[in-house]
């Protein structure tokens, strides 16, 4: 009987590591709002870290994070850590490349309550009239990851908070 079931729990390992394997190396999350706002606007609440507890849904999952400024005060250069509780983690992250009124990329650095660097990218494109906002984030997916994506998609992990956060995004930038 035991042999029976350890010959069935190693065949079930032995599936999700294959499966596993056939994962992407790489994994992308973005979601897109239309803002009816100037490019302008919206990329002011974008490229400066004092402005996103106004907007981003992730500032609100501890109400005593730490938070620390360096770097620029905004743009290229600036920098924002974090530390909270277990849903807000620790982190860090800096703004890599801005593009007035049409680009944001940042290294985000993930300490807590896992390690992991990827790539959050802001695109701004004006239409009719509008801004078409596009929130992502990429990165790699090292093996152990892959093995939770069979588990948890990272789409379904974080998508719901950029269209929350875009549409904060929105209000803000559509007032006034």
């Known amino acids: 009987m035991f042999k029976w079931i350890a010959v ?7 599936v999700v590591l294959v499966l596993a394997a056939s ?7 973005e979601r897109t709002v239309r803002i009816q706002a100037p490019p ?13 507890p106004q907007w981003s849904p992730f500032e609100k999952l501890d109400p ?5 400024f360096s770097g ?6 600036a920098v ?8 807000a983690g620790a982190g860090r992250m800096e703004i890599i490349e801005s593009t007035r009124a049409s680009r944001v990329t940042i290294a985000l650095d993930f300490l807590k309550p896992f390690k992991a660097s990827n790539t959050a990218e802001f695109t701004l494109l004006p239409r009719d009239g509008a801004t078409e906002v596009t929130w992502a ?28 956060g875009l549409a904060t995004l929105k209000w803000l930038s559509e007032q006034g």
């Not at 069935?8 to 032995?14: R, T």
């Not at 994962?23 to 999350?29: K, M, Q």
């Not at 620029?72 to 250069?77: Q, R």
């Not at 990165?139 to 974080?158: N, Q």
């Open 40 to 52: 302008e606007k919206v990329y002011a609440y974008i490229e400066d870290f004092h402005l996103w």
């Open 64 to 68: 005593d994070m730490q938070r620390s």
């Open 137 to 164: 984030m990429f990165g790699p997916t090292p093996f152990v990851a892959k093995i939770i994506h069979l588990f948890f998609s990272m789409d379904g992990m974080v998508g719901q908070d950029f269209e929350t």
């Open 80 to 87: 924002y850590a974090w530390a909270g509780n277990g849903k």
């Open 72 to 77: 620029a005060a905004k743009g290229l250069g």
């Open 8 to 14: 069935v729990v190693v065949l079930a390992v032995v």
């Open 23 to 29: 994962r992407p190396d790489s994994f992308r999350v």
